[in-house]
């Protein structure tokens, strides 16, 4: 997987979310540290987990730091629940030792524990080494102090809430759908440019889109994660609603474009699945790329401009399918690309309708 520019990588580490949380995790884990010092009995000869509590307990959203938390603590009980069979019974030796780790790991891949799976052997190794004959205090001290710092992590989280990534991901929709235009346009141009066209930019980025559309998926995902719980989000119930019914219409889009790139560019490049592109096609089908992706540009599709903008691209696909029904009378064969491309671009104009439209306006 390639790593992403560092311009790109400075970019999302300085995100105002993520510079919150920073902050948020930094004044956790001096709040717990502090705290920790004045912890009663035995426990406080072990400050230094509670700091460790606040910090695994920290994270982008409300519902994922409960979670974090919880599962931290559950995964440090079951590690030290190990341990403490070997203390009761052999005690710890060069052979029992290496036996609990084992099992730890092997009581991690249930899926129990969530991202605590780790925790699970590690608290068994340290409870055995570094306890020792102590290991009744060193445990009680771990998960008290643990504890101390998680609760903290959730309190510190719960009273600076952080922002729901509704936002976020609504602006990565919109990025989504410029780049699905530009990717028309491109198609467009290389169709009409000099045979068989200079630039292949467009051909290699078909196969991300998919990708892309993988991460905006993520990406809401995370944004309704991000609103559960979160007591900057109630009474706002439904808002990513829109945009999920906005990226799924955007990635059966991305699939027709995908189509349409895919069977140009075996016709362009001679591939084995390539049908011949008919000399009158590229004016007509270059076009209709370029109208249809002006309709996918649209931010808002009830505007008037939007409706000429449609009602333009209509009349662009139905040339084309006239130039390709002529053409197909005429020579008396299939014009593949032109039926493929013209087909796609026929789904896309109904998929980037608004959604109170009649079905009149579909193209015919």
């Not at 979670?67 to 060069?94: C, D, E, F, N």
């Not at 509704?166 to 440019?193: K, W």
Request: some cysteine; overall charge negative.
């Amino acid at each position: 997987m390639r790593r992403p520019p560092l311009r790109s990588a400075l970019q999302a580490a300085t995100r105002p979310a993520r510079l919150l949380l920073v902050a948020k995790t930094a004044l956790a884990v001096g709040i717990a540290w502090f705290i920790a010092r004045y912890m009663p009995g035995v426990t406080d000869e072990y400050p230094y987990y509670a700091p460790l509590g606040a910090l695994v307990s920290m994270y982008p959203t409300l519902m994922g730091s409960v979670k974090s938390g919880l599962q931290t603590l559950l995964g440090l009980a079951a590690g030290i629940g190990l341990a403490s069979i070997i203390v009761l019974t052999v005690g710890p030796t060069w052979w029992s030792i290496p036996i609990v780790v084992g099992l730890g790991v092997l009581l991690s891949g249930t899926g129990w524990f969530g991202v605590g799976r780790e925790y699970v052997p590690m608290a068994a190794l340290f409870v055995l080494i570094i306890g020792g004959q102590n290991a009744d205090d060193y445990s009680l001290g771990y998960l008290t102090q643990m504890s101390v710092g998680v609760v903290v992590g959730l309190v510190v989280n719960l009273a600076i809430a952080p922002a729901p990534l509704t936002a976020e991901a609504t602006a990565s929709l919109r990025l989504f759908r410029e780049r699905l235009a530009t990717h028309l346009h491109d198609i467009g141009e290389a169709v009409s440019d000099s045979w068989p066209p200079e630039k292949e930019q467009w051909a290699d980025d078909a196969t991300s889109l998919a990708e892309t559309a993988r991460s905006l998926r993520f990406a809401l995902v995370e944004a309704d994660e991000s609103r559960r719980g979160n007591p900057r989000a109630w009474g706002r119930r439904g808002e990513t609603d829109d945009a999920h019914r906005q990226l799924e219409a955007l990635e059966r889009i991305s699939q027709h474009i995908r189509d349409i790139a895919d069977s140009l560019a075996d016709t362009i490049w001679d591939r084995p699945a390539a049908i011949e592109l008919d000399v009158e096609l590229p004016a007509p089908l270059t076009a209709a790329c370029h109208a249809v992706a002006d309709v996918i540009a649209l931010e808002d599709p009830t505007s008037a401009e939007a409706h000429r903008i449609r009602g333009e691209a209509t009349r662009a696909v139905r040339l084309l399918l006239e130039t390709v029904d002529d053409r197909t009378i005429e020579l008396r064969q299939s014009i593949g690309p032109g039926v493929l491309a013209a087909m796609h671009l026929r789904r896309i104009l109904i998929l980037s309708r608004p959604p109170a439209d009649a079905p009149s306006d579909e193209v015919r």
